[in-house]
């Protein structure tokens, strides 16, 4: 069984630009949940997914969308970058149709936006 | 809104002491409690977790335990070990939401 993976590790973009960060889930995990967080923060939901469909959105603006695709993988885009979109981006999967929500967490993908 | 407070932000502890980090969380519906171990540069790693049906739970030198009532959760770390100075997170979480609200984190130094 393979732990949730993402790429790319780092990232360096301009304000203005789009990104597009990539997550595969653990083995028999449907659902994707994404994280932002900054530097010497807490992670903050953004959003997640269940079978291919949204499932949930934190507070964050539209220029953050999302996508999974049949195998469960998922991508976080993000447009008209800004400097305070510089983080650290985790995903998490989740084990396929639990009662609780135990969550694993990818090594995240470090954004900077100069 | 959904909030996680987290206390204290830093925690300094002599190797073999004990920690305790406190967390209250807002939301009265939340059934699912877990705590990460951070590592510098690494991702969140699972720890122990709580569900809302227990008081407390064990596991070696880590414990956590949960006031419903009071909506307040907190994690033990006894026989502190330099290898256990991370950022320790606490979330909570509704059953079937897969949502986490996170605390703002603590720093644990263990001192040799």
């Known amino acids: 069984e393979t732990g949730v993976t993402q790429s790319p590790t780092h990232l360096i973009k301009t304000r203005g630009q789009q990104v597009t960060l990539r997550c595969s889930s653990q083995?028999?995990?449907?659902?994707v949940s994404w994280y932002q967080q900054a530097l010497g923060q807490g992670p903050q939901f953004i959003f997640q997914?269940?079978?291919?469909?949204?499932?949930g959105r934190g507070n964050f603006p539209p220029r953050f969308s999302g996508l999974q695709f049949p195998n469960y993988s998922s991508e976080l885009n993000v447009n008209a970058l800004e400097l305070d979109d510089s983080a650290l981006y985790l995903c998490?999967?989740?084990?396929?149709?639990?009662?609780?929500?135990?969550?694993?967490f990818g090594p995240g993908t470090r954004l900077t936006v100069l | 809104g959904e909030n996680v407070e987290q206390h204290p932000s830093t925690l300094s502890v002599q190797e073999g002491d004990s920690a305790v980090i406190k967390c209250t969380y807002s939301?009265?519906?939340?059934?699912?409690f877990p705590w990460y171990k951070q590592e510098l540069g690494k991702r969140p790693q699972l720890i122990i977790d709580i569900r809302s049906n227990v008081g407390e739970k064990k596991d070696q030198r880590i414990a956590v335990t949960l006031n419903k009532t009071a909506k307040h959760f907190s994690l033990h770390i006894t026989e502190t070990q330099p290898e256990d100075s991370a950022v320790y997170f606490c979330?909570?979480?509704?059953?079937?939401?897969?949502?986490?609200?996170f605390g703002t984190g603590t720093r644990l130094k263990v001192l040799a």
């Open positions: 997914y269940y079978r291919e469909e949204e499932n």
């Open positions: 979330a909570a979480s509704r059953s079937g939401t897969y949502k986490y609200i």
């Open positions: 998490a999967s989740s084990p396929r149709d639990t009662v609780y929500n135990e969550q694993f």
């Open positions: 939301d009265s519906a939340s059934n699912y």
């Open positions: 083995s028999g995990h449907n659902t």
